[in-house]
């Protein structure tokens, strides 16, 4: 083998002297069973160690001298390709990959080894991964299995909010197929929009970031839905407690080029309390909650050059509730109805172009619609009727904020060589923002048309970008580039210039020291109440007199594979400027000012380190990730202009995660969390002050002496997952059983003053989730 190997280096070098010339072999690498793209999959000689990866839309190019080469191909939980091409032009070639038949340790010696690549503050994550972690519910959900890594915090107990190296729930950009996602939560925080059957792939940038990302401070959350089975129909789903879904996907037509993905989740909270509502109030009043989501996508192979892809989603969150009463009086009859109503939800729309101009460049044009709407409402009408005469009293209250994006973006991959992987780019994206609108309605005295709040708001954002991952020495490699981002608001211009470089130097064939900096610039802003991620929160623009928000973030760690394992450790040190937060008193209900006049600007920094070591293979896998971490907020109207910890501070962060697959058909599953107790404001003293009228009353007033100055008790909690699949002819069936907080911990949720036996005051804890178990069937075809 070795002689082979020394003497395909000879032949090739030989080439390369003799006729100077270099050919590209590119293409796209799938997987064999379902035609799905294959994002991030290696293709390399052994023999040169000259090799790429696939984008994000499994293409790759890779250029070599004159020559032949025995080309090797991997993809975790794949069989690995092999296969002796000979280069004399450029050559097209496609790649199927058969998904592995067991979950054996692979050994990936390419570009996919963590100490390789330049970029640092990354983390992929397998979906099937997320899949098999016990859940709250039993509902796997993509956004609470992000906060088990480290560096990653959730918000109050169970929600599903993402708060990133002391950044907000603001700075995170949420990507779906390319397209901004404005608000990713259920059940008002409860779970996620991602339904995890219908995405194929997860990647999380906390630094370090690469010139292609712009417009948020703290993190990106790039999510790819599938694109559907083209080689034969099939499908999955599940039914839970308080959720079912369904997903199917399929070739269209038979030449199998065009493939479908549709795939629906819904709750059944409303129909489980709809009777109990009922029976409450003797059948004259109905109401309940639910919440669904569709995703959908269709793709087709136009040539070997073209591919065009269209993406959807669309969820809703609705609660609601009516009564009517009747009765009569001194002969009149009286009827009152009452409605109301909550929903808030997105839409996002995306098609995509991929073309390839020639066999190093590819090329990926995408237009993009994405709408976020929050809506509360409540009517109120009285009928009389006495005799023949009739009339009719009503009035109605609504409450509506949102968002809509409509823009369009192209980016070009250029390879001239396995050297250099050169990105550049740029999008446009028209913003109309509508912060809180209030109407009313009556005719009462007269009827009454009335608005209030803030207009609407036009803003249009533009960003170019240039990037190379390139090849320094066979030690040193960089990822380097430049963002160039601007926004125009009511007659303001602002633009920022924000270099970003990534850089790793090899200590051995396994280990590599690695360094980043990045400059950051946001023009939105989240006006935001509280942690639950209420719909409520505001999106608003930077203005004339709301600067856009900016951050720089330098990191050092290493890098190490080893057995198995993918071992990294990080510090970290994040300033940001320009943050904005509520005056002491002030809310989104303060319709009568203008938002601008509500808030405060301060500054933010944080800094820790980070600890993970991650098993994406074998029987056993799953990490362990520590977070050591301080969070700082400065507000000059706030905490008498002094530095205060942040909400979500928190110093340390624990968290182990295991998938055992005991069998082909026995699977456990289990996490368990640890972390410090959330920063709370709490009153010091109080004293009774009394009336300055004649009135004589008194009332109590209370002393505090710093924001967030104290501590609840700290979290933990361990959740447990066990789940049984039985292969079945046409597909399988699983029964999955599990526990959240399986030793019924009683964590904080929030305090608040009380009494106790004796009548002296106290802050008492209240807790959110005892011990849940779940249940959950799930089948494929």
Not at 65 to 73: E, F, I, N, S
Not at 526 to 535: A, D, E, F, Q, V
Not at 659 to 670: C, D, L, M, P
Request: proline share 3%; charged share 20%; aromatic share 14%.
């Amino acid at each position: 083998m070795t002689k082979k190997i020394l003497s395909l280096v000879s032949l090739n070098l030989l080439g390369g002297l003799l006729f100077g010339q270099n050919f590209t072999i590119n293409g796209y690498i799938r997987d064999q069973v379902t035609g799905e793209n294959l994002i991030g999959a290696t293709i390399l000689d052994p023999a040169t160690m000259q090799g790429t990866i696939t984008n994000t839309f499994g293409f790759y190019s890779l250029t070599l001298p004159t020559g032949t080469y025995q080309l090797r191909c991997s993809y975790v939980g794949y069989q690995s390709w092999e296969q002796e091409v000979t280069l004399t032009q450029n050559l097209n070639l496609n790649i199927s990959l058969a998904p592995g038949t067991t979950l054996e340790e692979v050994v990936i010696t390419a570009e996919e080894n963590i100490e390789l690549s330049p970029q640092m503050s990354s983390i992929d994550v397998p979906i099937e991964q997320i899949k098999a972690l016990p859940v709250l519910m039993g509902e796997a959900d993509l956004l609470k299995s992000l906060q088990l890594l480290p560096g990653i915090q959730g918000g109050t107990e169970g929600s599903s909010g993402i708060y990133v190296r002391g950044g907000g729930p603001d700075q995170n950009l949420i990507l779906l197929d390319g397209v901004p996602v404005y608000n990713v939560s259920h059940l008002f925080g409860f779970f996620s929009v991602f339904n995890p059957d219908a995405i194929n792939r997860v990647n999380v940038v906390k630094g370090g970031f690469p010139a292609r990302y712009g417009g948020r401070l703290s993190s990106v959350i790039d999510i790819s839905m599938k694109e559907g089975n083209n080689q034969k129909f099939s499908g999955e789903g599940s039914i839970g407690l308080i959720s079912s879904k369904l997903t199917l996907e399929g070739p269209i037509g038979k030449d199998k080029k065009t493939s479908f993905l549709v795939s629906g989740r819904r709750t059944y909270i409303d129909l489980l309390t709809r009777p109990i509502i009922r029976a409450q109030s003797d059948g004259q009043a109905s109401g309940g909650y639910y919440f669904y989501d569709v995703n959908a996508k269709m793709n087709r192979i136009i040539s070997d050059k073209d591919r065009v892809y269209l993406s959807f989603y669309n969820g809703l969150d609705k609660g609601f509730g009516k009564d009517a009463y009747q009765y009569q009086s001194d002969g009149v009859k009286y009827t009152d109805k009452n409605k109301f109503g909550l929903n808030w939800g997105n839409t996002i729309t995306a098609l995509r172009w991929n073309h390839t101009f020639g066999p190093r460049l590819f090329a990926n044009f995408t237009g993009t619609y994405s709408k976020y709407k929050f809506r509360i409402f409540s009517e109120y009408e009285t009928i009389t009727k006495d005799g023949n005469q009739t009339e009719r009293e009503a009035e109605s209250i609504e409450y509506f904020s949102g968002i809509d994006d409509l823009g369009f973006k192209v980016d070009f991959d250029f390879l001239p060589s396995p050297q250099h992987n050169i990105k550049a780019g740029m999008n446009m994206i028209h913003h109309q923002f509508n912060p809180g609108i209030l109407g009313y309605e009556t005719n009462l005295e007269g009827e009454s048309d009335t608005t209030l709040g803030a207009n609407k708001t036009l803003a249009a954002e533009f960003a170019t970008y240039v990037e190379d991952d390139f090849k320094i020495s066979d030690k040193l490699r960089a990822n380097g580039g430049l963002h160039y981002s601007s926004f125009l608001v009511n007659q303001k211009y602002y633009h920022s210039l924000q270099p970003r470089l990534s850089m790793r130097y090899l200590l051995g064939s396994d280990l590599s020291l690695k360094a980043s900096f990045a400059t950051m610039t946001q023009y939105i802003h989240l006006l935001t109440n509280g942690g639950l991620g209420l719909p409520t929160d505001l999106w608003v623009p930077a203005t004339d007199r709301i600067s856009p928000q900016r951050s720089w973030q330098v990191a050092l760690g290493a890098a190490k594979t080893f057995s198995g394992f993918e071992g990294s450790i990080e510090v970290y040190y994040k300033e940001m400027n320009n943050l904005i937060e509520y005056k002491e008193g002030a809310s989104y209900f303060n319709l009568g000012s203008d938002w601008q006049d509500k808030v405060t600007v301060g500054s933010g920094e944080s800094y820790g380190a980070e600890f993970l070591i991650q098993k994406k293979t074998g029987k056993l896998s799953g990490w362990v990730g520590y977070t050591l971490s301080w969070t700082n907020r400065t507000f000059e109207a706030l905490n008498f202009g002094k530095q205060y910890p942040y909400k979500y501070d928190r110093r340390h962060d624990v968290s182990i995660v295991a998938v055992y697959n005991v069998s082909k058909t026995f699977a456990i599953s289990s996490t368990w969390v640890y972390g410090t107790g959330a920063a709370i404001t709490l009153p010091e003293s109080e004293y009774e002050q009394e009336s300055t009228n004649d009135a004589h009353f008194s009332r109590s007033i209370q002393k505090y002496s710093s924001r967030n100055g104290y501590r609840m008790r700290d979290y933990h909690r361990m959740d447990l997952g066990l789940t049984w699949t039985k292969p079945k002819k046409n597909g399988e069936r699983s029964w999955s059983l599990g526990a959240y907080n399986l030793y019924n911990r009683k964590n904080p949720f929030f305090l608040q003053q009380g009494y106790d036996n004796r009548g002296n005051k106290k802050f008492i804890q209240y807790s959110l989730f005892p011990l849940i178990p779940y249940v959950r069937y799930s089948f494929k075809f």
